[in-house]
């Protein structure tokens, strides 16, 4: 009984509606074994078009209720439906709750909401359950469609490829953990640089994600996608993994519970990694994990979750070669121009998230977060083009204090007997770094010239609002607007200690439609503005002009159950950008161009073969192509054109348990003008473990079938000590060459 506590004050409450006479149901669904709550889980009232999604916190409502007795259903991948009976009363709530059991995850299971399907992640919530997230490149290749490149031996944050775009480190992407952002604006090496590697792989209970710029709750960045990784409330089991691989490749993280009750948990975590890669020169590449977490009931009806995590990691790296050193034998394909490079980088987070359900039903959440980030790189991208003596060594370095405010309020309500939901909330981030450096160096122990440094002092305020309602049984709408105002200040340490400063501001309004034929098939349209915003040293030199471009885009797409054990998610989209960016090569950095507009073409398709054996596949078409620029001038460089992404997953809880998985990626411009092609690639990954009681043994095998690849790429001038004058080719960073590790995991 203690366990119903958090809900029992429901049953004195009454409803607000727009009716007299009329009733409403609400409750929570939870998990039996963690007794966590479920996001995401489909209500719905039997043979009725009336239902709901749980939020975050597990919560539900329906309102405007004739009075009647109704069979309330629910559903959620991986868990076994349930149905209860609730009798309505005029002018009271029913309260009905929900105790999941897990089971082995169907397809059958899956259904497509007609009410607020905003916030159904059908995707993602079938992923999340199938796939084996065995390292920190595995935690970005959950998002559909995301194709990621390591070029600093595990140790910089992956270059991302999605719609495309080449994303660089994160410039089109919004990338947040438990609410709290990863990318960094104004950062040493380029803007929205997100470094996901503070998440340890193990500890992700989900992800939600959506492409394009169509929610308003939804800020920075989020022109090509937002994702949000979701770390576990509490431990299912207590695990110890140890892993051992080629290339001097260990790695050993393990996570227990200190506090299981039915209304509080904690649980502490670590990881560390140690590898020298499979470059000519060793990278002795370091990594540690820390993490902490808390949840808990404050009150019957407030939980809180309190994380704290810290992060540290350093690495030598080899850079980005060239073509031509390769083919002349200078150096071999795994070998480096300038050993030198590498770096190191540090994160220290605290998150506390205070979710609360209001005595009329409302849900409100505040979240406070605070980081303190450090990173150190060297780099060397034209060897000795602008200085033939010393060479071209850069250093990027800063420090930085990082804290915000998030708060969301969510109202379920009735307009007329229609549907509703009311969602308000607000964003504040605040980033001030500590001498961001830019210098030209000499192995990294002597200061040859200072480029830039300075102190950025960045906030952004975010205020949004939408409302989603269910017009008719088979259409919804969500219809959204943000305001965000910028206010940047640089402090020039190299001009006398100048400070120079900028402001403004944008409105983006969003409208999300959606017909669902049946439970089965279902079409919307999505279409919003969105921006990303501009580094502060750049926006500053030019009094604030160009400091939120925005963008213009459009979904138009289906969800579709052909079959019952067959879904399938297929999109033609838009996107037309005020401002692209640009890599620069000869710098290492990304720069604010032109205009440009993008179409194109995704589908995913997830299929159950048998009870255990599931097949996924993503492709992903696009044209993107710069605006006002001549024909045969005018491509993106770097920007995909064709990805592809599938595979083969065997689960099982107890004996065998596998995947083979591949990623194509294909040729693409690397120049304006096309004369310069960044070659594609296709590489395979296997998986194979066996799990008996307690143990699993397993091996992961990256690049299985031991293909040579280049896995970034850039046409970048260059000029090798020992010629006279540079030249414009490939330069790049080469995949991993066949990669085996073998891990043993004990749960107790």
């Given at each position: 009984m203690k366990f119903y506590k958090p809900l029992l004050f429901l049953q004195l409450l009454t409803s607000t509606t727009a009716f007299a006479h009329l009733g409403t149901i609400v409750g929570k669904v939870t998990d039996a074994r963690t007794r966590q709550p479920v996001r995401g889980a489909n209500i719905v009232l039997t043979g009725l078009s009336r239902g709901a999604i749980t939020d975050e916190a597990g919560y539900f409502q329906i309102n405007n209720l004739s009075p009647a007795t109704y069979t309330v259903e629910v559903s959620f991948i991986g868990y076994t439906a349930q149905t209860h009976t609730a009798e309505v009363k005029a002018d009271e709530a029913t309260v009905v709750n929900f105790i999941l059991t897990d089971t082995e995850v169907s397809l059958n299971e899956v259904q497509v909401s007609a009410t607020n399907p905003q916030h159904q992640q059908v995707i993602s919530g079938l992923d999340i359950r199938l796939r084996n997230i065995n390292n920190s490149q595995e935690v970005l290749r959950i998002i559909p469609g995301v194709v990621i490149g390591q070029h600093a031996g595990g140790g910089k944050a992956e270059q991302i490829f999605l719609r495309g775009f080449d994303l660089d480190h994160g410039t089109d992407i919004r990338l947040t953990v438990d609410g709290m952002p990863i990318n960094m604006v104004s950062h040493a090496h380029g803007q929205g640089y997100a470094d996901a590697h503070f998440i340890i792989p193990e500890l992700?209970?989900?992800?939600?994600?959506?492409?394009?710029?169509?929610?308003?709750?939804?800020?920075?960045?989020?022109?090509?996608?937002?994702?949000?990784?979701?770390?576990?409330?509490?431990?299912?089991?207590?695990?110890?993994?140890?892993?051992?691989?080629?290339?001097?490749?260990?790695?050993?993280?393990?996570?227990?519970?200190?506090?299981?009750?039915?209304?509080?948990?904690?649980?502490?975590?670590?990881?560390?990694?140690?590898?020298?890669?499979?470059?000519?020169?060793?990278?002795?590449?370091?990594?540690?994990?820390?993490?902490?977490?808390?949840?808990?009931?404050?009150?019957?009806?407030?939980?809180?979750?309190?994380?704290?995590?810290?992060f540290w990691s350093k690495w030598l790296a080899s850079g980005q070669i060239p073509d031509r050193a390769v083919e002349s034998g200078q150096i071999g394909f795994f070998g480096a121009i300038d050993p030198d490079e590498g770096g190191q980088t540090s994160r220290t987070n605290l998150n506390a998230e205070l979710v609360t359900l209001t005595r009329h039903n409302h849900v409100w959440k505040n979240q406070f977060f605070y980081s303190n980030y450090n990173f150190d790189l060297y780099s060397n991208f034209t060897f000795f083009l602008e200085d033939p003596t010393n060479g071209d060594q850069i250093k990027q370095k800063e420090a930085r204090n990082l804290w915000g405010y998030n708060s969301h309020y969510s109202i379920a309500h009735g307009i007329g007997?229609?549907?509703?939901?009311?969602?308000?909330?607000?964003?504040?981030?605040?980033?001030?770094?500590?001498?961001?450096?830019?210098?030209?160096?000499?192995?990294?122990?002597?200061?040859l010239k200072a480029i830039k440094l300075g102190d950025v002092n960045e906030a952004n305020l975010g205020i949004y609002a939408d409302e989603s309602i269910q017009l008719s049984n088979r259409l919804s709408a969500t219809v959204g607007i943000r305001f965000d105002y910028f206010h940047n200040q640089y402090l020039d340490h190299l001009q006398n200690t100048t400070t120079t400063k900028a402001s403004a501001s944008i409105v983006s309004p969003k409208l999300n439609l959606y017909y669902t034929q049946n439970k089965n098939l279902q079409f919307y349209l999505?279409?919003?503005?969105?921006?990303?915003?501009?580094?502060?040293?750049?926006?500053?030199?030019?009094?604030?002009?160009?400091?939120?471009?925005?963008?213009?885009?459009?979904?138009?797409?289906?969800?579709?159950?052909?079959?019952?054990?067959?879904?399938?998610?297929?999109?033609?989209?838009?996107?037309?950008?005020?401002?692209?960016?640009?890599?620069?090569g000869d710098a290492g950095v990304v720069e604010p161009s032109g205009q440009s507009v993008r179409t194109g073409f995704d589908v995913s398709a997830r299929y159950q073969l048998t009870r255990s054996l599931f097949v996924d596949f993503d492709a992903n078409w696009a044209k993107p192509r710069a605006v006002g620029e001549a024909e045969g001038q005018s491509y993106l460089p770097l920007a995909v054109k064709f990805t592809s992404i599938g595979g083969l997953t065997l689960k099982n809880k107890n004996g065998f348990s596998g995947s083979l998985r591949y990623r194509y990626l294909a040729d693409r411009p690397a120049n304006e003008d096309g004369s310069i092609v960044a070659k594609g690639y296709f590489v395979t990954d296997a998986l194979a473990s066996y799990t008996k009681g307690k143990y699993t043994l397993g091996v992961t095998i990256q690049n299985l079938f031991n293909t040579r690849w280049k896995e970034t790429q850039f046409a970048t001038e260059s000029r090798l000590k020992t010629e006279a004058e540079p030249v414009e080719e490939i330069h790049f960073t080469p995949g991993t060459p066949f990669n085996a590790r073998v891990f043993l995991q004990v749960s107790f």
């Open positions: 992700i209970e989900g992800v939600d994600f959506k492409k394009g710029l169509y929610d308003a709750d939804k800020g920075n960045f989020s022109t090509a996608g937002w994702a949000n990784f979701r770390t576990r409330s509490v431990l299912e089991q207590n695990f110890v993994k140890a892993e051992a691989g080629q290339f001097n490749t260990y790695r050993l993280v393990g996570g227990a519970n200190v506090l299981k009750k039915n209304d509080q948990n904690a649980y502490l975590a670590g990881e560390y990694n140690y590898s020298d890669a499979y470059f000519d020169a060793p990278q002795h590449f370091k990594r540690l994990n820390l993490l902490g977490k808390y949840h808990g009931h404050l009150s019957p009806n407030t939980n809180l979750s309190l994380t704290a995590s810290t007997q229609k549907q509703a939901t009311f969602n308000a909330g607000l964003n504040y981030r605040h980033d001030i770094t500590h001498d961001s450096e830019l210098s030209h160096t000499l192995n990294r122990t002597r200061l999505n279409m919003g503005e969105g921006f990303h915003s501009n580094d502060t040293r750049a926006v500053v030199a030019q009094n604030g002009l160009e400091i939120l471009p925005p963008a213009y885009g459009a979904d138009l797409g289906t969800t579709w159950k052909p079959f019952p054990k067959l879904l399938i998610n297929a999109a033609y989209w838009y996107l037309w950008m005020q401002q692209e960016f640009v890599y620069v």
